[in-house]
T-cell receptor, first 114, second 116 residues
Framework: AQSVTQPDIHITVSEGASLELRCNYS??????LFWYVQSPGQGLQLLLK??????LVQGIKGFEAEFKRSQSSFNLRKPSVHWSDAAEYFC????????????FGKGTTLSVSS | EAGVAQSPRYKIIEKRQSVAFWCNPI?????LYWYQQILGQGPKLLIQ????????DSQLPKDRFSAERLKGVDSTLKIQPAKLEDSAVYLC??????????????FGPGTRLTVT
């Protein structure tokens, strides 16, 4: 069955420190991969996506993610976290056909301490 | 470009009552999705429309949930009768497919439903 696992429910990072959020997926083929961010009371905003090609993808707000096929992982990173990055982060997978619905992980809540 | 609009933003009802949510997708977006996000969980697809036709409603509890997308634009999601476990945020999303190969789904702010 297709699934997405985000092992960390809650992470606290000091402002200015680096960040890595983990995502593992189970899928029959190489899926399309996404990271979304959700701030309180807001809808989901796309941070970045991987379809094919370069396995290191750059996104908005200084985020990047690396696709590792051998580990079925798509971890999200940021070199220096800002207080405004505090939010909930969702990893998602989709079938390699445009228009199909996404399967989301349960999310990781990021808190930023000063 | 206007985003995906949803209303109401918040709704509190008692169990066994009915409720309806409205979604207006981004202009020109052929595909519309309704997701249910229970507290502490990721969004889960309820139903997907392509224009005004249903593509996938396999996870929609059809005994109590219904959805329509008349004229291939706006959509409404209805729950009747509501149960306590329906308390969640209901997210609407849209995407440009099939006119474009871009995969991005644009999400609305959601409707937070509390069933008491």
């Amino acid at each position: 069955a297709q699934s997405v696992t985000q092992p960390d429910i809650h992470i606290t990072v000091s402002e200015g420190a680096s960040l890595e959020l983990r995502c593992n997926y189970s899928y029959g083929a190489t899926p399309y991969l996404f990271w979304y961010v959700q701030s309180p009371g807001q809808g989901l905003q796309l941070l970045l996506k991987y379809f094919s090609g370069d396995t290191l993808v750059q996104g908005i707000k200084g985020f990047e993610a690396e696709f590792k096929r051998s580990q079925s992982s798509f971890n999200l990173r940021k070199p220096s976290v800002h207080w405004s990055d505090a939010a909930e982060y969702f990893c998602a997978v989709g079938a390699p056909q445009a228009g199909t619905a996404l399967i989301f992980g349960k999310g990781t809540t990021l808190s930023v301490s000063s | 470009e206007a985003g995906v609009a949803q209303s109401p933003r918040y709704k509190i009802i008692e169990k066994r009552q009915s409720v309806a949510f409205w979604c207006n997708p981004i202009s020109g977006h052929a595909t519309l999705y309704w997701y249910q996000q229970i507290l502490g969980q990721g969004p889960k697809l309820l139903i997907q429309f392509q224009n005004n036709g249903v593509v996938d409603d396999s996870q929609l509890p059809k005994d109590r949930f219904s959805a329509e997308r008349l004229k291939g634009v706006d959509s409404t999601l209805k729950i009747q009768p509501a149960k306590l476990e329906d308390s969640a945020v209901y997210l609407c999303a849209s995407s440009l497919v099939p006119a474009s190969r871009t995969y991005e789904q644009y999400f609305g702010p959601g409707t937070r439903l509390t069933v008491t």
